[in-house]
């Protein structure tokens, strides 16, 4: 079974400051990474996923992540945030064999405010 | 590309009746679906795994008498709250994956009064 684990329920930044959210998972076997975003009362958008070859795997929006194997983290970097990046982000697992049968385990989430 | 699309965005319905919400893969077909909740200021559980041709896979903890759910073609997969009540008020989301890319729907706000 995987897991994961999202250090931080809420991160304040200063407009154009950078960010990091982290994230760490748990897991048996080897996982494919994602993180998603949600803007207020609106759906799920993928901002970047992780399923193999470069560690560091660039997204939309400017966004980056990076996947740590010996720390089993997977944490998302921007280096100059705006106010439009305001909202809660997920970073979710899958298991091996990520195919039509995986489902996906959600963290807990990290709501992300920008102050002007 | 690939789209999943839910209906109803938004039902309001009264405690004690059922409502259904549709999961539709448009432009590919999908032999599993997986269908997710969420509170308000929350994250998302998986509540169970939609199987096409066979009965449903429920997460632990989740009544699979309350949560009825349909996956009659390749393309639909159906989930019904019977018996609403006012917890069951929520943010109901499905997913489907095509190419090993997942795709969400735009999610269904369940309001029970």
């Known amino acids: 079974a995987q897991s994961v684990t999202q250090l931080d329920s809420q991160v304040p930044v200063f407009e154009e400051a950078p960010v990091e959210l982290r994230c760490n998972y748990s897991?048996?076997?080897?996982?494919?990474l994602f993180w998603y975003v949600q803007y207020p009362n609106q759906g799920l958008q993928l901002l970047l996923k992780y399923l193999s070859g470069s560690t560091l795997v660039k997204g939309i929006n400017g966004f980056e992540a990076e996947f740590n194997k010996s720390q089993t983290s997977f944490h998302l970097r921007k280096p100059s945030v705006h106010i439009s990046d305001t909202a809660e982000y997920f970073c979710?697992?899958?298991?091996?064999?990520?195919?039509?049968?995986?489902?996906?385990?959600f963290g807990s989430g990290t709501r992300l405010s920008i102050r002007p | 590309g690939a789209v999943v699309s839910q209906h109803p965005s938004r039902v309001i319905c009264k405690s004690g009746t059922s409502v259904k919400i549709e999961c539709r893969s448009l432009d590919f077909q999908a032999t599993t679906m997986f269908w997710y909740r969420q509170f308000p200021k929350q994250s998302l559980m998986l509540m169970a795994t939609s199987n096409e041709g066979s009965k449903a896979t429920y997460e632990q903890g989740v009544e699979k008498d309350k949560f009825l759910i349909n996956h009659a073609s390749l393309t639909l997969s159906t989930l019904t709250v019977t018996s609403a009540h006012p917890e069951d008020s929520s943010f109901y989301i499905c997913?489907?994956?095509?190419?090993?890319?997942?795709?969400f729907g735009e999610g269904s706000w369940l309001t029970v009064v």
């Open positions: 997913s489907a994956n095509e190419r090993n890319t997942i795709y």
């Open positions: 897991s048996s076997v080897s996982v494919y």
């Open positions: 979710a697992v899958s298991g091996l064999g990520y195919s039509s049968a995986s489902k996906i385990i």
